[in-house]
Every structure is written in structure tokens, then in C-alpha cells.
């Protein structure tokens, strides 16, 4: 039986597991609903949830580019209509280039959200500086 010369391109190298074990993390240590990280054009890298909770007008601005244009999260977030949903929602940059969204609900503490955020951002701007590999 000859192997799939394509299922190599699926199996995650090192910086990826590390990143998909972050975004876990900060999910588990948030009890948050869903964690996302997106890079600059807002394609997903890593995500600890259902991406399914997350409304459709929030995940259309979640982009390092995005985010970069607004100036801030404010702005960035000014036009969208979450009217209607249960979640709140944390951002934060990453170097610019990527943008980790924490969604949660009233059972989450907000002081916990806010603190593993900010040390989440710095953990994932690490493992996304460091070599491939390394």
C-alpha cells in the first residue's frame, strides 16, 4: 500500500502545534467560548471552540490588515452590529500582523480574560518570531 503523497502537507510542524497548544490554553484558562488567531488577511491559523460562535459580522473584520487600517480596536469594531449576541469579545494585535480574538460569555471573569490575554498576545508574538522549527 503506497502512501498519500499529499498527507504530508497536513501533519502541523512545531510552530504550528505550539501555536494551536497557546490558543488551547488561553481558551481553557478563559473558559472562554472560542479563541481565534488570524493573520493579516484574516485567515485562520489556530482556533480553540467552534468558530460556529462566532457572529458572522465580527469574524469579516478579524484581520491584521484590517485591524492596522482602523488604528484600533474601537474603530475597527465601530461598524459591526452585534445586536442580539450573547458573547463579548477581547482583541488583541500581535506584532501587527495577526490578531487573537478571546469571545466569551458572563461566566467568564473579565479580569482573567484581560490578564491571560495580554500574556497570551506576548506568547503567541514569541512562537510566531521564532525560526520554523525552532
Given at each position: 500500500?503506497?502512501?498519500?503523497?499529499q498527507?504530508?502537507q497536513?501533519?502541523?510542524?512545531?510552530?504550528q502545534?505550539?501555536?494551536?497548544r497557546?490558543?488551547?490554553?488561553?481558551?481553557?484558562?478563559?473558559?472562554?467560548?472560542?479563541?481565534?488567531?488570524?493573520d493579516?488577511?484574516g485567515v485562520?491559523?489556530?482556533?480553540?471552540?467552534?468558530?460556529?460562535?462566532?457572529?458572522?459580522t465580527?469574524?469579516a473584520?478579524?484581520?491584521?490588515?484590517?485591524?492596522a487600517?482602523?488604528g484600533?480596536?474601537?474603530?475597527?469594531l465601530?461598524?459591526?452590529?452585534?445586536?442580539?449576541?450573547l458573547v463579548?469579545?477581547t482583541?488583541?494585535d500581535i506584532?501587527?500582523?495577526?490578531?487573537?480574538?478571546?469571545?466569551?460569555?458572563a461566566d467568564?471573569?473579565?479580569?482573567?480574560v484581560?490578564?491571560v490575554g495580554?500574556?497570551?498576545?506576548?506568547m503567541?508574538?514569541?512562537?510566531?518570531?521564532?525560526p520554523?522549527?525552532?
Amino acid at each position: 500500500m503506497s502512501e498519500d503523497p499529499q498527507a504530508a502537507q497536513f501533519v502541523p510542524n512545531e510552530k504550528q502545534l505550539a501555536l494551536f497548544r497557546a490558543v488551547e490554553d488561553i481558551h481553557d484558562l478563559t473558559r472562554a467560548i472560542t479563541v481565534l488567531l488570524v493573520d493579516e488577511n484574516g485567515v485562520l491559523i489556530a482556533v480553540s471552540g467552534d468558530e460556529n460562535d462566532v457572529p458572522p459580522t465580527l469574524r469579516a473584520v478579524l484581520g491584521g490588515k484590517q485591524l492596522a487600517e482602523a488604528g484600533s480596536v474601537r474603530v475597527l469594531l465601530e461598524d459591526v452590529d452585534l445586536a442580539g449576541s450573547l458573547v463579548n469579545v477581547t482583541i488583541y494585535d500581535i506584532d501587527g500582523t495577526h490578531v487573537l480574538a478571546i469571545l466569551f460569555d458572563a461566566d467568564a471573569d473579565l479580569d482573567t480574560v484581560q490578564e491571560v490575554g495580554s500574556e497570551g498576545r506576548t506568547m503567541l508574538a514569541e512562537i510566531l518570531a521564532a525560526p520554523l522549527g525552532g
